[in-house]
């Protein structure tokens, strides 16, 4: 009898480290007026691959003037690479409003391949979305790339760190560059 309960403790816990968690429902994730992180965490150890559904709320939406005129990508999620920070080497997904030639948002985000190596970072745009809408991507840490797979396209980008054995740890949503979230805005996350 022993056994099986630390047979049963030790599933639950590797559910609740690895993402084995399988509910039918998107976590909602909040970041509040002035801050960049939002809650609850996403962080948890995860393998060189991260399937993901998300939808991004109408409250993401916001004109240049709310956030003095910068433009800037904001992370939804990702995966962290070579045993190290995420500032360092990952792989994300990452969003910001497409805007007018006023700078007002039209509703639409654009959606982005977002890397980091060796500490500088990267981007390229690769689709647009309109609010409220739910997506299925997936990211993968490859020998020498980053790969995205969204809305039946792959795009991949030049990994030039090698290391192929060791942790990967999945990355907050997180709303910047330098300026804060400028009102209370909602994502949703399911991790697949």
């Not at 030790?10 to 690895?18: E, K, W």
């Not at 509910?23 to 007026?33: A, G, I, N, Q, S």
């Not at 792959?154 to 997180?174: A, D, L, V, W």
Request: charge should be positive; aromatic fraction near 14%.
């Amino acid at each position: 009898m022993a056994r099986i309960r630390i047979v049963l403790i030790a599933f639950l816990l590797t559910s609740c480290l690895f993402g084995g968690g399988n509910d039918k429902k998107l976590t909602r994730y909040e970041v509040k007026k002035g801050k960049h992180k939002f809650t609850p965490s996403l962080v948890a150890l995860d393998n060189r691959e991260l399937n993901i559904q998300f939808e991004l709320d109408a409250s993401c939406l916001y004109d240049l003037k709310d956030v003095g005129g910068k433009t800037f990508v904001s992370k939804i999620t990702g995966l962290s690479d070579c045993n190290g920070l995420h500032s360092q080497n990952a792989i994300y997904l990452g969003w910001q409003p497409v805007f007018n030639e006023f700078d007002r948002h039209t509703g639409d985000f654009a959606i982005y391949a977002y890397w980091r190596n060796n500490g500088k970072f990267f981007l390229n745009p690769i689709d647009t979305i309109r609010a409220n809408t739910k997506h299925t991507a997936r990211m993968r840490i490859l020998n020498g790339a980053y790969q995205w797979e969204f809305k039946g396209k792959t795009y991949r980008e030049k990994r030039t760190k090698k290391c192929n054995n060791g942790f990967h740890y999945r990355i907050q949503p997180y709303f910047g560059g330098t300026p804060t979230a400028p009102h209370d805005m909602w994502l949703y996350i399911k991790i697949l």
